[in-house]
């Protein structure tokens, strides 16, 4: 067995895996997902692209980091939160200098996103309030949790559906690792590059602000958007214009989407509110859902 850090001793570990293939279904900014070539593959290893491992001293606290994110994620157990399955520490993956890499099942339908796109001859109100609520559900059970647990990056990327189109939320507290400066995987520009998706307390005050549940909410209020328009937010403006918009307490006009509908504009609005305080709890959003 490979040599693994302490640090991920309390975690089921996987070795000897085949040769991996790299998906083509794109990459976040942090990490790409790779998958056993096989004709039904069961999981993805997903890795963290930033972290190099080869500067000295900063190893330790990166491991420390990404197996108390990991630890938070592994205690989840609902349906529509994705099951963080494992690690694991492979000579056949691309960075040598990786600690670890990510087993997490596999989802061929793809993020929410792609299959809102697949599905776009099939499309109707009642298909996409159940994905709404599905994800609301997810969230709202993460906030329930006696120490809560918070996402920190709400998007429809990071909303995986599984073989009964049921969505689940992926990806949970990694955006930490994004967020921080001393190591090499840091994105100095990471709320520009999230911008239409982060609440505004986090442009004005830094990412320090980013993983809490009313962060979550509004992220999950401008995911609504993006799913129902099959656009991302401000899609006729740049980054920079949107975080002058998103400051100043500007929110992007209703588009004229098929299936949005003025109760879901009402959601969409309550949670892109300005002021953290004024936006309801994922509690209230999905009883809100529930009684259109």
């Known amino acids: 067995m490979p040599i693994v850090s302490q640090h991920f001793s309390d975690f089921n570990f996987f070795e000897n895996l085949p040769d991996l293939t790299e998906l083509d279904t794109g990459s976040t900014t942090h990490s790409t997902k790779l998958a056993v070539p096989c004709r039904d ?23 420390n980091l990404l197996a108390e ?31 670890v890499s990510l087993v997490l099942p596999y989802y061929k339908n793809g993020n929410v996103n792609d299959f809102v796109r697949l599905q776009k001859d099939h499309l109707t109100d009642h298909f996409l309030l159940d994905l709404a609520k599905g994800i609301a559900r997810g969230l709202g059970y993460m906030h329930s949790l006696d120490d809560p647990v918070c996402h920190g990056n709400v998007r429809g990327v990071n909303i995986l559906i599984n073989d009964s189109g049921e969505p689940l939320i992926s990806d ?6 994004a ?5 090499d995987g840091y994105i100095p520009n990471f709320a520009i590059k999230h911008c239409r998706w982060l609440a505004p307390e986090i442009m ?10 009313s962060a979550d909410v509004y992220s999950y209020g401008m995911t609504l958007l993006e799913m129902y328009d099959e656009e991302m937010p401000y899609p006729e403006l740049g980054d920079y214009a949107v975080i ?8 992007p006009t209703r588009p004229p989407a098929k299936f949005l509908t003025d109760e879901i504009w009402d959601i969409i609005k309550k949670c892109t509110m300005h002021a953290a305080i004024d936006r309801p709890a994922m509690a209230c959003i999905f009883n809100y859902l529930e009684k259109i």
């Open 69 to 99: 994110i990991l630890r938070s994620w592994k205690r989840l157990h609902h349906p529509n939160v994705v099951r963080f399955i494992g690690i694991t520490s492979d000579a056949n993956l691309p960075d040598p200098h990786w600690p």
């Open 244 to 251: 002058r918009k998103v400051t100043s307490g500007e929110r």
């Open 179 to 183: 967020e921080d400066p001393q190591f």
């Open 41 to 63: 593959p069961k999981f993805v290893v997903k890795r963290w692209l930033g972290h190099s491992g080869k500067r000295a001293g900063l190893m330790d606290l990166f491991e």
């Open 172 to 177: 949970v507290g990694l955006s930490s690792l």
């Open 204 to 213: 004005v005050s830094g990412t320090e602000l980013a993983k809490s549940a």
